[in-house]
């Protein structure tokens, strides 16, 4: 990847994307675990201390998992439609689940389980926008995990952005919560890059304002972010909660390092957590913020740094240009 100004457009952008890999490979080794089993906060590393039993402990620190493969899937096919095409996305996921495909050493070790389910529906010929079981018991994360990329690469207004946003969560999570989820976290992501000094209430004005225009559900939207959530975060994997839990952890710490490893020291699905904090955390302080042994020790590069120069070269202007509501 080339160098990139610190403070830069190019730095959140880089540090959106990276943020969110190095926050995933964070939270790999301690994933399904509980809080009160956790190391120290201080101590919570690419590598964990000695003595902690690894998560998927065959898998190498700095190695990120289905959440980075499938935001890399996300990004690859942006860049080659040059719009948001759901078939061919759809494709590379199921590149991905079959053949490793933007996986580290093409190892696919970790898959939620409704995930696996749609995708054996697109292996088996279904359309992208029905793969998916659309009941409310089936909003995990596994769309809002992958979609930051699109929030760092779309140059279209809001509502486009949200209707994008809702789009690519069909394939895996059609539920309209699951879509609300994905469409409201990009547009925190792109106000949180503009330096917004409350991105959380930018988000929810633009969300609230185009949700008719793009068809999203006032009801899922006032579930979504009813604030009583706030009080009983716990890194799991629905995806209110998920949402809930990075912006908690944001609110608090003043660094990205602390930001990951507050998301992590939450348990459970340690590496979501982590990569969805992580992502806005990577905006909020840039690529420059991300600590760079992190940076060095993340796998990988190979995969990323096409892909992360391909994106830079296309929406790094001077100043963050990213259309208007």
């Not at 095409?85 to 933007?102: E, I, M, S, T």
């Not at 990329?149 to 809001?158: E, I, K, M, Q, T």
């Not at 004005?205 to 999203?216: I, N, P």
Request: net charge negative.
């Amino acid at each position: 990847m080339h160098s990139v100004a610190p403070d830069s457009a190019a730095d959140r952008i880089a540090g959106g994307l990276v943020g969110l890999l190095v926050g995933d490979a964070l939270g790999v080794p301690y994933e399904f675990r509980d809080a009160g089993d956790l190391p120290p906060f201080a101590l919570i590393d690419l590598q964990p201390p000695d003595g902690f039993a690894r998560s998927h402990a065959r898998v190498p620190p700095g190695t990120w998992s289905d959440d980075g493969a499938q935001a890399l899937c996300l990004l690859a096919s942006l860049l080659h439609c040059g719009q948001m095409d759901l078939r061919d996305f759809a494709n590379r996921l199921v590149n991905w689940r079959d053949y490793g495909y933007l996986a580290v050493d093409g190892d696919v070790f970790d898959i939620g389980i409704q995930t696996a389910y749609a995708i054996q529906a697109l292996r088996d010929g279904a359309d992208p926008t029905q793969s998916s079981p659309a009941d409310e018991g089936r909003n995990g994360n596994g769309s809002l995990m992958r979609v930051l990329p699109l929030a760092l690469w779309h140059a279209g207004g809001d509502a486009e952005l949200m209707r994008d946003a809702a789009l690519q969560s069909l394939p895996t999570h059609a539920h309209p919560r699951s879509q609300v989820a994905c469409a409201f976290y990009c547009l925190w992501a792109r106000a949180e890059a503009r330096g917004e000094m409350n991105s959380w209430t930018a988000a929810e004005e633009s969300l609230r304002r185009h949700a008719e225009e793009v068809g999203l559900p006032v009801p899922e939207i006032d579930l979504v972010l009813d604030p009583r959530h706030a009080k009983h975060v716990k890194g799991s994997g629905y995806v209110v909660d998920t949402l809930w839990s990075a912006r908690q952890v944001l609110d608090r710490e003043t660094s990205y390092a602390d930001t990951v490893r507050a998301a992590i020291a939450l348990g459970n699905d340690t590496d979501t957590t982590a990569a969805v904090a992580g992502g806005i955390a990577g905006i909020r302080f840039g690529l420059s913020g991300v600590p760079p042994q992190w940076r060095d020790a993340l796998r990988g590069r190979d995969l990323l740094d096409p892909l992360l120069d391909a994106l830079l070269a296309r929406v790094a202007p001077d100043d963050w240009s990213g259309a208007g509501r």
